[in-house]
Nanobody, 115 residues
């Protein structure tokens, strides 16, 4: 079993920055990749970024150059640094991992970017 807990969301003006955190707990020794997804109202959940235990990262084209993902393996924590935020980044951001064939999701953290 894996538990994921996101934090760091909030309300920010366009052009501002936020840093999201996701802490993994439970049976975390075999977790390879942890990812961020987001879901805006009325939209499908979409991939944002991921970081593997070996340091391989992937960033969605829509946020490339503005968002950075990092991972602290010792703390089982991943971070999403979001800069130059735009109103279209407004969404609930979720942490995700797959463990023994099961997908785990956090409860999400709301990010709202005002224009």
């Amino acid at each position: 079993q894996v538990q994921l807990a996101e934090s760091g969301g909030g309300l920010v003006q366009a052009g501002g920055s936020l840093r999201l955190s996701c802490v993994a707990s439970g049976t975390t020794c075999s977790i390879s990749t942890i990812a961020w997804y987001r879901q805006a109202p009325g939209m499908q959940r979409e991939f944002v970024a991921s970081a593997s235990s070996r340091g391989v990262t992937n960033i969605a084209d829509s946020v490339k150059g503005r968002f950075t993902i990092s991972r602290d393996g010792a703390k089982n924590t991943i971070y999403l640094q979001m800069n130059s935020l735009k109103p279209e980044d407004t969404a609930v951001y979720y942490c995700n991992t797959n463990f023994v064939g099961t997908a785990y999701w956090g409860r999400g953290t709301q990010v709202t970017v005002s224009s």
